[in-house]
């Protein structure tokens, strides 16, 4: 037979309320006030919230510094150009103060005038010397393709026509501009072979009978335009 062993009764009261303090305690850590402010969500939003604000201001800051910088260097990048600018303008101007009477009298702007002319004569006298052998390889080039051709007996038909064309071109644009004739620059002359220079340098790509007749049509013209620029 087993013995049945009686406890006292103020210890099974104390047993049970040990018991349901326990349970209480345990119920109490899990519940959410009891996890403190850092599980909390108003807690999670309003740091958030904070912590948006704090990088908005360190970006803010980091624009407004950089923005800083770029204008005093922008402000220091010029500023030494356009003193330095003045200074030469006011040196100019004390030296032309300081300078004789003759140097002031001189006529600068003619003499700068004459200078551009001369300038444009050496430039249309190197431009004829150098279109004479160019004009003459590239009218030997097309003669012999119109050998290769059988078509050299054409060739006089239309450099004919170009110098007859050269001709009344010239008259017409003096007709039009009398001041041409006294003209120290040629213009008419000199637009009239670029744009036949322009209607020469297809030949290779037009139909057949162009090749032939058109390059040496505008042959005919600048030869006769070159004539009337050394006359």
């Not at 003096?174 to 041409?180: F, G, K, M, Q, V």
Request: charge should be positive; charged fraction near 15%; proline fraction near 7%.
């Amino acid at each position: 037979m087993m013995a049945t062993i009686t406890y006292p009764s103020h210890l099974l009261s104390a047993s049970s309320h040990l018991r349901t303090t326990t349970t209480k305690t345990g119920l109490g850590l899990h519940s959410p006030s009891f996890q403190g402010p850092e599980r909390s969500p108003h807690f999670l939003k309003a740091g958030s919230s904070h912590l948006g604000v704090k990088l908005n201001g360190v970006f803010q800051k980091t624009r407004l510094n950089i923005s800083c910088a770029v204008n005093m260097a922008a402000g220091q990048s010029g500023d030494p150009e356009k003193i330095n600018f003045d200074h030469l303008m006011n040196k100019a101007r004390k030296l032309w103060d300081r300078s004789p009477q003759p140097v002031k009298s001189f006529p600068w702007k003619r003499a700068l005038e004459n200078f551009i002319q001369l300038i444009l004569d050496l430039f249309v006298m190197v431009v004829k010397y150098l279109c004479v052998p160019l004009l003459a390889v590239s009218s030997l080039s097309e003669m012999s393709y119109c050998a290769h051709q059988k078509k050299l007996f054409l060739v006089p038909i239309p450099l004919l026509i170009g110098i007859v064309v050269a001709g009344v071109v010239k008259e017409t644009a003096l007709e039009l501009s009398p001041l041409l004739k006294d003209a120290e620059v040629p213009w008419h002359l000199i637009v009239t072979a670029i744009v036949f220079t322009l209607i020469k340098l297809p030949g290779p790509y037009y139909p057949y009978w162009g090749r032939i007749f058109i390059p040496h049509f505008a042959n005919g013209v600048l030869w006769r335009t070159l004539l009337f620029a050394f006359s």
